[in-house]
T-cell receptor, first 111, second 114 residues
Framework: AQTVTQSQPEMSVQEAETVTLSCTYDTSESDYYLFWYKQPPSRQMILVIRQEAYKQQNATENRFSVNFQKAAKSFSLKISDSQLGDAAMYFCAYKDDKIIFGKGTRLHILP | GAGVSQSPSNKVTEKGKDVELRCDPISGHTALYWYRQSLGQGLEFLIYFQGNSAPDKSGLPSDRFSAERTGGSVSTLTIQRTQQEDSAVYLC????????????FGEGSWLTVV
C-alpha cells in the first residue's frame, strides 16, 4: 500500500529565510501525482504546488519549489523568503486514484 | 459550481442522533473524496467515488458510517448513532479524474457531538 511520511512534525524559520519541508513516499506505481497543501487555522486546504511523476522538471510556484527525486521517492518543499502568512500546517500528498496524506508539518515563522 | 461546497458548515448534535453531511463537487469532476480530520490530526481517508460508485470504502471507520453519491454529483455522508469520537472536521474534495488532476477541497463540515 502507498504511504506518505513527513518526518518533521514541527519546524521554525526566521522571516525572509528559506526552509525545506521533507516528504517521502512509497509506491510501486510509475504514474502518479504529488502535492503540497497548506492548512491555516481556518482548516481550509489550499493547494501550494503539484508535481506529475512523469515530469522530470521540478515544479515551481513563485516562492515555492519542490525537489522531486523519483528514484528516491522524495518530494521536498522549499519555501524561499518566508513570510508570516506562510505559517500553517503543510501536508504532503500522493495521488494515483486514492489520495494519501502525510501527517503534516507545522511551520512557524519567527518575526 | 465554482468550488467544492459543503453543508452544514457547523453542526452540533446530541450523542446517538444521526447526521447527514453534504458535498457538492466542482461541476464536471467525476471523482469525489471524503476525509475526516480530528483536532490536531492529519487527514483520515474515508471513501472515494468515481461517478456514483465507490471503488474504495476501506476508510469508513464503522458500519455507522455510510455515503452515497447520486447523479455523479452531490454526495451525502451519513453518520448514524453519533458518538463523541465522531467529532471532527469532515472534508470533501473533488477531482476531474481519479487518476489525474488536482484535488480541490471544500471548507469542511465541523461536527461536534455532545
Amino acid at each position: 500500500a502507498q504511504t506518505v511520511t513527513q518526518s518533521q512534525p514541527e519546524m521554525s524559520v526566521q522571516e525572509a529565510e528559506t526552509v525545506t519541508l521533507s516528504c517521502t513516499y512509497d509506491t510501486s506505481e510509475s504514474d502518479y501525482y504529488l502535492f503540497w497543501y497548506k492548512q491555516p487555522p481556518s482548516r481550509q486546504m489550499i493547494l501550494v504546488i503539484r508535481q506529475e511523476a512523469y515530469k522530470q522538471q521540478n515544479a515551481t510556484e513563485n516562492r515555492f519549489s519542490v525537489n522531486f527525486q523519483k528514484a528516491a521517492k522524495s518530494f521536498s518543499l522549499k519555501i524561499s523568503d518566508s513570510q508570516l502568512g506562510d505559517a500553517a500546517m503543510y501536508f504532503c500528498a500522493y495521488k494515483d486514484d486514492k489520495i494519501i496524506f502525510g501527517k503534516g508539518t507545522r511551520l512557524h515563522i519567527l518575526p | 459550481g465554482a468550488g467544492v461546497s459543503q453543508s452544514p458548515s457547523n453542526k452540533v448534535t446530541e450523542k446517538g442522533k444521526d447526521v447527514e453531511l453534504r458535498c457538492d463537487p466542482i461541476s464536471g469532476h467525476t471523482a469525489l473524496y471524503w476525509y475526516r480530520q480530528s483536532l490536531g490530526q492529519g487527514l483520515e481517508f474515508l471513501i472515494y467515488f468515481q461517478g456514483n460508485s465507490a471503488p474504495d470504502k476501506s476508510g469508513l471507520p464503522s458500519d455507522r458510517f455510510s455515503a452515497e453519491r447520486t447523479g455523479g454529483s452531490v454526495s451525502t455522508l451519513t453518520i448514524q448513532r453519533t458518538q463523541q469520537e465522531d467529532s471532527a472536521v469532515y472534508l470533501c474534495a473533488s477531482s476531474i479524474d481519479p487518476r489525474k488532476g488536482t484535488i480541490y477541497f471544500g471548507e469542511g463540515s465541523w461536527l461536534t457531538v455532545v
